[in-house]
């Protein structure tokens, strides 16, 4: 590993943990030449991952922007950010793991709605309400009645 304050490729591993989400192994360098210490993080290489969109385009899988969806419907709402991180694990979990090249913006949409109606009902409502692009009220009604019959059931 290249030093950042020296350019030396000489150091050695002073300390190893995992991350606290397991995902990678960070390693505390020092430098043989300058002795100054860094931080380096390894992690496992993964497949290319793309999502097809609505419109059959696709772009890169990016966990980062299932996050921004999360917190946008969580907005003031008594969801953690632990909460939040644990969803955008379970996908992205799913999505690897899946052993598919591709995955449908359809398939990750189903599986954040799923999540967040356990989580905090009014998250769930705000992100389907994008999600499944409620035009009207009749449309939104219709989707609240639901959750609400569900609930019963649960009861």
Do not use: W
Not at 1 to 14: H, L
Not at 37 to 50: D, I, N, P, S
Not at 83 to 103: G, L, R, T
Request: aromatic fraction near 8%.
């Amino acid at each position: 590993m290249k030093c950042q304050f020296c350019n030396s490729e000489d150091s050695r591993v002073v300390d190893s943990r995992p991350t606290d989400d397991g995902a990678s192994i960070r390693r505390r360098r020092e430098c043989i030449s300058c002795g100054k210490r860094f931080t380096t993080y390894e992690k496992v290489e993964t497949v290319q991952l793309l999502v097809v969109k609505k419109d059959q385009t696709r772009e890169l899988f990016d966990p980062g922007k299932i996050r921004e969806g999360i917190i946008h419907a969580c907005h003031k709402r008594p969801v953690t950010a632990r909460q939040i991180d644990a969803i955008v694990a379970q996908i992205e979990q799913f999505a690897y793991n899946s052993m598919q090249q591709e995955i449908t913006t359809h398939q990750v949409g189903e599986m954040v709605m799923e999540a967040l109606r356990s989580l905090d009902e009014v998250a769930y409502i705000r992100f389907a309400s994008v999600y499944r692009q409620f035009t009207d009220i009749p449309t939104f009604m219709h989707e609240l009645t639901r959750l609400m019959k569900e609930n019963r059931r649960e009861e």
